[in-house]
């Protein structure tokens, strides 16, 4: 890691990079109360800190949705990209292979993965970019009001959506599709977990994949869901219309109130091969199971047969589903310099004489 810039405040607690946790936060977030994605932000401070990373040697990426506004919220000093919807890979590819001194961390959601970045998703797996991909899961469009997304249940009905008829796309089953080197299904209320596999992610050279399920606090309320969070029940009279409308249009230009729920978080540790349900605010469940102790994460079609178990069992798996260190990162195909590419001079770049020689002699 490079120098680190002087820190804000004498008196706070430092890491070994001279820093302080401040140096590590990013603006006050605007999403909505209780919603996952602020934990995911947080755990993301504390491992950066923890991990003694300086800010500048992480670059930022992201697209559209709520998810892709998360890293407004974390790592204030890393420059960052904030894309079109769905082609945050593409900003990666160029950024990460024009300088490979950095560090990647993308945010996305499954629609911004799932829907319209499909074809860009699975193209960073087969480069294996030096990255960390985080996809915060809620199968929802949050910031549009709520439509199904490519990871919604099959059978879902919601009020202005109707059901939605289609499987759900497993983002984990498509990063092992695509040969992904780093695999991970984690959820955003077991706070230890999600540091601890984010630390492991942020070491692995290649692309690491983590789907996060984050429950959505405003949509995607139907009971019985993965991702339910329901604020009144059945025959309620509420004194206020549930809706959130996060961006204004011509015919609704409203911020009506939405009920503040506690976060959801696990109560104690998961152990190895637990399975535990989870309560959600409506009354419903979802079901995490841990990894058993024995789980060998480098074996690739066990982890396909798993995660296929865990869909018939209707499981969450979380932990680390699948890694591979010794895969070839992006840079180790194209050999890269270790030297930004923009910072080349033209002494790096000329041929020697003896080679511009070499290749005129073989000219004639």
Same mark, same amino acid.
């Given at each position: 890691m490079s120098e680190s810039l002087p820190m804000a405040g004498a008196s706070a607690q430092v890491n070994a990079a001279g820093l302080s946790k401040n140096d590590y936060r990013g603006a006050p977030s605007t999403l909505c109360v209780g919603c996952g994605h602020n934990s995911i932000a947080n755990q993301i401070v504390a491992v950066a800190y923890e991990l003694n990373i300086v #800010? +500048? %040697? &992480?670059?930022?990426?992201?697209? &559209?949705?709520?998810?892709?506004?998360? #890293? $407004?919220? !974390?790592? %204030?000093?890393? !420059?960052?990209?904030?894309?079109?919807?769905?082609?945050?890979?593409?900003?990666? $590819?160029?950024?990460l292979f024009a300088d490979v001194s950095l560090k990647g961390l993308g945010v996305s959601g499954d629609g911004d993965t799932a829907s319209i970045?499909?074809?860009?998703f699975k193209h960073a797996m087969r480069r294996n970019l030096n990255m960390v991909y985080i996809v915060e899961n809620n199968g929802v469009y949050g910031l549009t009001k709520g439509q199904f997304s490519a990871t919604a249940d099959v059978g879902l009905e919601l009020k202005k959506q109707g059901k939605n008829l289609y499987h759900p796309i497993d983002i984990c089953m498509e990063a092992m599709a695509s040969r992904a080197t780093f695999v991970a299904r984690l959820f955003a209320g077991n706070a230890k977990q999600l540091k601890e596999v984010l630390k492991a992610a942020i070491a692995h050279r290649g692309i690491a994949v983590i789907d996060i399920i984050s429950p959505c606090v405003t949509f995607n309320n139907q009971e019985g869901t993965y991702y339910s969070y329901t604020y009144g029940k059945e025959k309620e009279e509420p004194l206020h219309d549930v809706t959130f409308h996060f961006a204004s249009d011509a015919t609704q230009n409203t911020l009506t109130y939405v009920p503040q729920k506690e976060e959801i978080k696990l109560e104690a540790d998961m152990v190895e091969g637990e399975i535990r349900e989870v309560k959600l605010h409506d009354g419903s469940f979802i079901t995490?199971?841990?990894l058993e102790k024995h789980y060998d994460p480098t074996d690739r079609m066990n982890a &396909?047969? $798993?995660? +296929? +178990?865990?869909?018939? %069992?209707?499981?969450?798996? $979380?932990g680390i589903l699948y890694a591979n260190p010794e895969a070839p990162a992006l840079p180790d195909l194209y050999r890269l310099t270790d030297s930004p590419l923009n910072r080349l001079t033209e002494k790096d770049l000329r041929p020697a004489p003896d080679t511009i020689a070499k290749l005129n002699a073989m000219m004639f």
């Open positions: #800010p +500048e %040697n &992480i670059v930022k990426f992201s697209g &559209i949705g709520c998810s892709s506004k998360s #890293p $407004t919220y !974390f790592l %204030n000093r890393s !420059f960052g990209f904030n894309g079109l919807h769905g082609r945050m890979p593409s900003l990666a $590819t160029g950024a970045g499909m074809g860009q995490l199971k841990a &396909i047969r $798993t995660l +296929e +178990e865990a869909g018939d %069992n209707g499981w969450l798996l $979380t």
